[in-house]
């Protein structure tokens, strides 16, 4: 497999870690404006739809959202952690897809990264949250915005 596209995948798997919704959005949402051929031929051809795009951009948005609420679940207990794992296992098996490169690999390794960013930004997170005068809602705020930008840097990378 090609490196340009193992690092895109651990960037995706990082980003479903930090919110599971994001690395599919981001991949329909690419694929909508530049579909792929090796995509057109399988299922998976429905992430390319502008349908598939807005609600996935939806999911995101709401995830956003709930994670402010103080009753949203710790994303470090079931079934939290598996979904994250699911969205990068998923991410890395289509951007592997589309790339024409091997799937299994693709998979493992969006399920691995999605575990590394998982616990990396919880804990991340928790020590920044028990540094004196900081408010969890403005960390979470700040962890969005980082998840938004590493998008836009592996959408970028994704085109080539």
Known sequence: MVTRHINQIIGL????????????AL???HFHQH?????GDSRLNLLQSEKAAVITKLFAAFEIVGDKNPLAPNRTGMPQVLFRIASGAFAGF??????RQHTGLGLLVGAASA?????????????I???PGVKDVYVGAA???????????ISSGMRK
Request: proline share 4%; aromatic share 10%.
């Open 35 to 39: 579909p792929s051929a090796a995509l």
């Open 27 to 29: 991949l329909s949402q």
């Open 94 to 99: 289509v951007l592997a897809k589309a790339k």
């Open 13 to 24: 798997g990082i980003l479903a870690g930090i919110r599971t919704s994001f690395a599919p």
């Open 143 to 153: 962890e969005d915005l980082v998840g938004i930008a590493a998008g836009g840097l």
């Open 129 to 131: 949250n028990g540094l």
């Open 115 to 127: 575990v590394a960013g998982t616990f990396g930004a919880f804990y991340l997170r928790q020590y």
